[in-house]
C-alpha cells in the first residue's frame, strides 16, 4: 500500500512568489492533516480535512495561505504572496476517520520550501 | 504557549545502553499521548502512544511511561540499537466532543545518538 506522498519534495522561491504544495493521502484516508516545521522548532498544526470538508483551520498564518481538498482526495496548499518567514517544511499527514481518538496519522516525507 | 516540551535536543548512548527520552506538557486536557521518530528527510514516523488512563505501554524494545499528577511522560528504548538514531517527538492530543479533529501538538524534538 503507497504512502502518504507529497509534491515537490523541495521548492526555492523569491519572495513575492506563489507555490502551490500538494499532498495525496493514503487511498481510503478521510483524515487529512496540514503540519509545519519551521527550522529548530515543533511541528505545528496548520489545518484538518475530513474529507473535502476544513474541518480545522485555527493553525493557518494568515490569508496569505489556502488550503483545497478536491473531491476529497488530494490536496492543496498554495501560498501567496511567499514571504521569508514561510520557509520550513511543510508536512501532511492522513488518518482512516473511524477509530477516534486512537487513530494513527501517517505522515508525507515533506515539501522543503525555502523562500529567498 | 509551548503546550509540550522537550527539554533535550540531544541525547548520546551507547549501543547496548538505556536511551530515556523526556516529555512535559502543560494542557491537562490532553489524554492520549505519542511519540514519533523521525529520519532525516523523511517524515515522522509512529512509534508508540499512551492513553491517559494507563501509566506504561510496552511495544518490543520501546516502553512509555506517563506520570499524569507530574504531566510527564518518558520514552524508553532497551536495548538501544544504532539504528535508533534519529528525531524523536513527543505529540499529544484531546478527544473534541461532537468532532472528529485529533490534530497533534508536537514538541520540538530529541535528537538520539546511538553510539556503536
Known amino acids: 500500500e503507497a504512502g502518504v506522498t507529497q509534491f515537490p519534495s523541495h521548492s526555492v522561491i523569491e519572495k513575492g512568489q506563489t507555490v502551490t504544495l500538494r499532498c495525496d493521502p493514503i487511498?481510503?484516508?478521510?483524515?487529512l492533516y496540514w503540519y509545519r516545521r519551521v527550522m529548530g522548532k515543533e511541528i505545528k498544526f496548520l489545518l484538518h480535512?475530513?474529507?473535502?470538508?476544513?474541518?480545522?483551520e485555527s493553525g493557518m498564518p494568515n490569508n496569505r495561505f489556502l488550503a483545497e481538498r478536491t473531491g476529497g482526495t488530494y490536496s492543496t496548499l498554495k501560498v501567496q504572496p511567499a514571504e521569508l518567514e514561510d520557509s520550513g517544511v511543510y508536512f501532511c499527514a492522513s488518518s482512516q476517520g473511524d477509530r477516534g481518538l486512537v487513530e494513527t496519522q501517517y505522515f508525507g516525507p515533506g515539501t522543503r520550501l525555502l523562500v529567498l | 504557549d509551548q503546550q509540550v516540551k522537550q527539554n533535550s535536543p540531544s541525547l548520546s548512548v551507547q549501543e547496548g545502553r538505556i536511551s530515556i527520552l523526556n516529555c512535559d506538557y502543560t494542557?491537562?486536557?490532553?489524554?492520549?499521548f505519542l511519540w514519533y521518530k523521525k529520519y532525516p528527510a523523511e517524515g515522522p514516523t509512529f512509534l508508540i502512544s499512551i492513553s491517559s488512563i494507563k501509566d506504561k505501554n510496552e511495544d518490543g524494545r520501546f516502553t512509555v511511561f506517563l506520570n499524569k499528577s507530574a504531566k510527564h511522560l518518558s520514552l524508553h528504548i532497551v536495548p538501544s540499537q544504532p539504528g535508533d538514531s534519529a528525531v524523536y517527538f513527543c505529540a499529544a492530543r484531546r478527544a473534541n466532543s461532537g468532532g472528529s479533529n485529533y490534530k497533534l501538538t508536537f514538541g520540538k524534538g530529541t535528537l538520539l545518538t546511538v553510539n556503536p
Open positions: 480535512f475530513v474529507k473535502e470538508s476544513k474541518q480545522d
Open positions: 487511498s481510503g484516508h478521510d483524515n
Open positions: 494542557n491537562s486536557m490532553f489524554d492520549y
